[in-house]
């Protein structure tokens, strides 16, 4: 049953709104709407994934609060990795990491019932780990140097902001204020008791939890597409390279590139939900096409390849002798079209073409 109360959809659009007052004013606007789009994304995502789990009973107000700090962690690495001047393209990466790791201890904890205090905790001390071990990662792998790792792991937002707080006295009025229930929380950069910033996780819709997976059982909802996109990165890291790129040649590149991001996270296995993962796992089973399906698009390549070494005129001058459906199946497939006929007939059509009509 679906968290009655947890309007997910708005809660992420306030949040979204509040942050956009809140982005430095020195960013460009590719700068500033990556991280609007971040925090939007993330918060959506982690919220909807609350809002269908039907084995973990949060209530709204715990359902607000995890979205709320993963919208606020969001908000503030996606701020750090754009002044610490790593290249855009590891920023995703990067985020997806984080996003993993709170979504899981925010899960964990929540259930069993630390006191608030210790979880932002936790959470902050693995959102920076996080961050840090990627940017030695993209170090270690040669995409940056020493210099621009050493730049971008003194980058920190929430320290600056609370600095800023100090300054101005208002962390007594934070703290006081976080002292109350979790219903609606403060914009999402503004950290809340105690200092501790509240973590923001983003999308990772699906984290194990610490005692539920045992005996997976089936999720009677529909997972969200990026746990979708999770699952198929699980599989693909044991399919050789070759066959990984023929399958996600099918998608388009935003989402194959996702796909990828995945596949070279570490420890992903253990940070997936195996009872949510095997509910994708079906429904990929019930949508694949079958291997006749398969088989009619390879020969439908291979025959577009072989025509390739005919002049048109040539080729439909070859085909003139040979049947009416055998001329219709290859205009057919050079049109990406298969034309009824079965496959073993398809497939010596093929062949024949590739040896020379």
């Not at 993963?70 to 290249?87: C, M, N, Q, T, Y």
């Not at 855009?88 to 925010?106: C, L, N, P, R, V």
């Not at 890291?237 to 099918?250: A, F, G, H, N, T």
């Not at 070494?309 to 079209?337: H, T, W």
Request: proline residues 6%; aromatic residues 8%.
């Amino acid at each position: 049953m679906a968290i009655k109360g947890f309007d997910y959809k708005a809660f992420a659009q306030n949040l979204t709104q509040q942050a956009q007052e809140l982005v430095p004013q020195d960013f460009d606007q590719n700068q500033k709407a990556y991280v609007v789009n971040t925090l939007l994304n993330f918060s959506t995502m982690a919220g909807e994934a609350l809002y269908n789990d039907t084995e973990s009973n949060f209530n709204a107000d715990q359902a607000t609060m995890i979205t709320q700090i993963i919208a606020e962690w969001s908000f503030h690495k996606s701020v750090d990795l754009i002044r610490s001047g790593i290249p855009q393209i590891h920023w995703d990466g990067i985020m997806q990491k984080i996003a993993f790791t709170i979504f899981e201890i925010a899960k964990q904890t929540f259930k069993q019932g630390l006191p608030q205090d210790q979880i932002l905790q936790l959470i902050e001390h693995h959102v920076k780990k996080t961050y840090l071990d990627s940017i030695a990662e993209l170090k270690t792998k040669g995409e940056i140097d020493e210099q621009l790792m050493e730049k971008a792991s003194k980058q920190s937002n929430i320290d600056q902001m609370m600095q800023q707080m100090q300054d101005n006295g208002e962390v007594a009025q934070a703290q006081a204020a976080q002292q109350a229930a979790p219903p609606p929380p403060p914009p999402p950069p503004a950290p809340v008791q105690n200092a501790q910033p509240q973590t923001p996780q983003a999308n990772v819709p699906a984290v194990q939890g610490a005692s539920d997976v045992s005996t997976p059982k089936k999720s009677p909802y529909a997972p969200p597409k990026l746990l979708k996109l999770v699952t198929l990165a699980l599989l693909l890291k044991r399919v050789d390279e070759e066959k990984v790129q023929s399958i996600l040649e099918r998608f388009d590149q935003e989402t194959a590139g996702t796909v990828i991001k995945y596949m070279y996270v570490n420890g992903l296995e253990d940070k997936v939900d195996p009872t949510l993962t095997m509910k994708c796992l079906d429904e990929f089973a019930e949508n694949l096409p079958g291997a006749t399906e398969i088989n009619k698009n390879k020969i439908i390549e291979r025959v577009k390849e072989a025509a390739q070494n005919y002049d048109k005129n040539k080729l439909e001058l070859a085909l003139q002798l040979e049947r009416q459906k055998v001329r219709r199946f290859v205009f057919n497939a050079l049109e990406d079209e298969y034309y009824a006929i079965p496959p073993r007939i398809a497939d010596v059509i093929a062949t024949h073409l590739e040896n020379g009509v």
